[in-house]
Each structure stands twice: as structure tokens, then as C-alpha cells.
């Protein structure tokens, strides 16, 4: 199994920053794409940004040039620096990553356990 476990949310007023750290544990061989999704109450999980074991990165439009995702292959870590938040971008940020873990290299894909992002206007 996979153990995401997730930091930094907090309470940040409009036009601040935050800096989301997640720290990938278990029987990993590989860990492929790793990403921060996000879910506002009342609405559907969004992606806002993934990225590939090469650097390749993807952003939701509305956080494209906001946001910047990074990640420490050596210590199977993603970050995600949130810069200029906007009360909107209040929500549950969770971790994701899609891993190939054990003996076989079974693929898993595995969630961490949210941490709360809440933006004051």
C-alpha cells in the first residue's frame, strides 16, 4: 500500500500564499504521476495540478499562474505553492498519486487524507 500524508493548509487571507507539502510512504518501486485535486463544499473533486516523474505538469485554468506543482522524486514528495489566492480556492486539498508498489509492481492508485485550504475575502 501507499501512505500519502499531506501538510501546510491553513487559513491564509485573499492575495496570500501557502505551500502544500505531500510525503509518499510504503513498498514503492515507482511513483508515476502525482497530483493535488481539491473539493469545495457542495461540489465535485477538481483536478487543479498533476505532474509527471519527468517535470511535466498540468494546471486547471484557474490556477494557472498561481499555482506551481514540484516534486522531490528522492523522497517521493509533491508540493504545491499557491501563490495569490482568491477566496474560491477555499476547499479540501488532497494528494494523489499513482504508484507501482510490492514485489509484482502493482499499479495503485492512492488518495491522502485531505487538508484544508480556507481563503478570507
Known amino acids: 500500500q501507499v501512505e500519502l500524508v499531506e501538510s501546510g493548509g491553513g487559513l491564509v487571507q485573499a492575495g496570500g500564499s501557502l505551500r502544500l507539502s505531500c510525503a509518499a510512504s510504503g513498498s514503492i518501486l515507482r511513483i508515476n504521476t502525482m497530483g493535488w485535486y481539491r473539493q469545495a463544499p457542495g461540489k465535485a473533486r477538481e483536478l487543479v495540478a498533476v505532474i509527471s516523474s519527468g517535470g511535466s505538469t498540468n494546471y486547471a485554468d484557474s490556477v494557472k499562474g498561481r499555482f506551481t506543482i514540484s516534486r522531490d522524486n528522492a523522497k517521493d514528495t509533491v508540493y504545491l505553492q499557491m501563490n495569490s489566492l482568491k477566496p474560491e480556492d477555499t476547499a479540501v486539498y488532497y494528494c494523489?498519486?499513482?504508484?507501482?508498489?510490492?514485489?509484482?509492481?502493482?499499479?495503485?492508485?492512492?488518495w491522502g487524507q485531505g487538508t484544508q485550504v480556507t481563503v478570507s475575502s
Open positions: 494523489n498519486a499513482d504508484a507501482l508498489i510490492g514485489f509484482w509492481g502493482t499499479q495503485r492508485n492512492s
